[in-house]
Nanobody
Framework: QVQLVESGGGLVQAGGSLSLTCTAD????????MAWFRQSPGKQRDYVAA????????YYKASVKGRFTVSRDNTKNTVTLQMNSLEPEDTAMYYC??????????????????WGQGTQVTVST
């Protein structure tokens, strides 16, 4: 069974930083496009950032652009989301996702084949 395991969530004050890591049991990882989504209670799962197979192409939700950075290390099978200048509106469960097909729509959660269990990020005022 494929596993994606997120770590690094927690409680932080507004303006602070967190770094989320997704460790993927996918081999080789460069066969998969990767992304981070988030979901708050009562809301739909929302795209945050995505990175292409080699890491050359990166995409961000408008509200996090300039504050969040997505990266991947295919040799270590990890994907990282560095989150700076956090805002209370960033509070959510954050999920890592992987996509193996040819029709990658980076912002559409239905595109992705594998998901982690999530890590909670809470930003206080």
């Amino acid at each position: 069974q494929v596993q994606l395991v997120e770590s690094g969530g927690g409680l932080v004050q507004a303006g602070g930083s967190l770094s989320l890591t997704c460790t993927a049991d996918l081999h080789p990882l460069y066969d998969y496009a990767m992304a981070w989504f988030r979901q708050s209670p009562g809301k739909q799962r929302d795209y945050v950032a995505a990175v292409s197979w080699t890491g050359d192409d990166k995409y961000y939700k408008a509200s996090v652009k300039g504050r969040f950075t997505v990266s991947r290390d295919n040799t270590k099978n990890t994907v990282t989301l560095q989150m700076n200048s956090l805002e209370p509106e960033d509070t959510a469960m954050y999920y890592c996702a992987a996509e193996s097909g040819d029709d990658w729509d980076y912002s559409d959660w239905r595109t992705y084949d594998y998901w982690g269990q999530g890590t909670q990020v809470t930003v206080s005022t």
